[in-house]
């Protein structure tokens, strides 16, 4: 089963919450996006329980605050502070943001290979066919179960769809919330994976 993480954030705790209710009714998956919710970072509560016990968390910060995370299950860390990687809890990450470069890609997916996460995700611009095949292409022998791929820019929801169909994990959003061009969501990506 492909896993799909849903992205939630709030302005205040019980926006957060009704958020958290809202994705954990399509996936057990939830990215708390702690730089999205800095208004209730200082209220000195303790996140992780917000949310339901058989849900797997990743936390999420993409700002420059250090912000508390041992509390949740997973650690996204970007390949840029490879130093933080602890196999047991941590998500690797690249984003290629403007135009798609199959050889830094290629490169890049060398790299976090030697490393030890539990997890690794590449979420890259996609806006030609050539792209998109590129990124199979570069992908095709990866172990479905431990990499999320995404696509972002023009034919994004099609690697996220593609890439969901072939097993590998991605990130969609809830509803309204769509925090990157190419998310898809989560109740319509189930429904066509069907």
Not at 60 to 76: A, H, K, M, V
Not at 81 to 95: F, G, K
Not at 104 to 131: F, P, R, W
Not at 136 to 152: C, S
Request: glycine fraction near 4%; hydrophobic fraction near 40%; charge should be negative.
């Amino acid at each position: 089963m492909t896993k799909i993480f849903v992205p939630v954030f709030g302005e205040s705790v019980d926006e957060l919450k009704k958020n958290i209710q809202e994705a954990f009714q399509h996936t057990k998956y939830l990215e708390f996006r702690a730089d999205l919710s800095r208004k209730i970072l200082k209220e000195g509560i303790s996140f992780r329980s917000l949310f339901p016990a058989e849900a797997i968390v990743l936390f999420t910060n993409r700002s420059e605050e250090e912000i508390e995370c041992s509390e949740f299950d997973l650690i996204n860390t970007d390949i840029e502070n490879i130093s933080e990687i602890s196999s047991q809890n941590t998500m690797l990450s690249y984003h290629q943001y403007g135009e798609f470069s199959r050889s830094k890609l290629k490169q890049v997916i060398e790299e976090m290979k030697l490393h030890n996460a539990k997890y690794y995700k590449l979420s890259v611009e996609q806006e030609t066919l050539d792209d998109l095949l590129s990124l199979a292409k570069l992908t095709k022998d990866l172990p479905t179960e431990k990499w999320f791929l995404m696509g972002m820019g023009r034919m994004g929801k099609v690697a996220r769809l593609l890439s969901a169909t072939l097993g590998f994990g991605t990130f969609a959003s809830s509803r309204e919330h769509v925090i990157a061009s190419g998310q898809i969501d989560v109740a319509i990506l189930k429904q066509l994976l069907e």
